[in-house]
C-alpha cells in the first residue's frame, strides 16, 4: 500500500556566514499522521464527588421545608378529621336524644292514658 506523503511549502533557510549570497531551498515533507493508539481506560473506583458546604446545606434546607410542608398538610388533614369527626357525634348525639325524648313521650303519653 502506498502511502502518499503530504507537501507544505519549502522553507527558506539563512544563508550560512561564509557565503551570504547562496540560499538552499529545502523542501520539507512532513508524513501523515498515523492513526492513534486505541486508549485502554483503566478502571477506576467511582468517584464520590465532595459536594461544597453550601450546597450540603441548601439541600438539607430543601429536605426541612418540605418535611414542613408534609407537616402542615398532614395538620390540616388531621383538623379536618377531626372536624368531621365531631360533626358526626354532634349528630349522633341530637338523634339519640330526640329518640331518647320520643320515646320518654311515648311513655308519658301511656301512663296519662291509665
Known amino acids: 500500500q502506498e502511502v502518499k506523503l503530504k507537501q507544505t511549502t519549502p522553507i527558506r533557510k539563512s544563508p550560512p556566514k561564509s557565503n551570504p549570497k547562496s ?20 478502571s477506576k473506583a467511582p468517584t464520590i464527588a465532595v459536594k461544597p458546604k453550601a450546597a450540603i ?29 365531631a360533626k358526626q357525634n354532634r349528630k349522633k348525639i341530637i338523634e339519640d336524644i330526640s329518640d331518647f325524648s320520643i320515646s320518654h313521650l311515648n311513655v308519658l303519653e301511656a301512663s296519662s292514658k291509665n
Open 23 to 42: 540560499r538552499t531551498i529545502v523542501k520539507v515533507v512532513v508524513k501523515p499522521k498515523s492513526a492513534p493508539a486505541p486508549v485502554i481506560k483503566k
Open 57 to 85: 446545606a441548601a439541600e438539607a434546607n430543601k429536605h426541612k421545608q418540605v418535611k414542613e410542608r408534609q407537616d402542615q398538610a398532614d395538620k390540616k388533614k388531621s383538623v379536618q378529621s377531626l372536624k368531621k369527626q
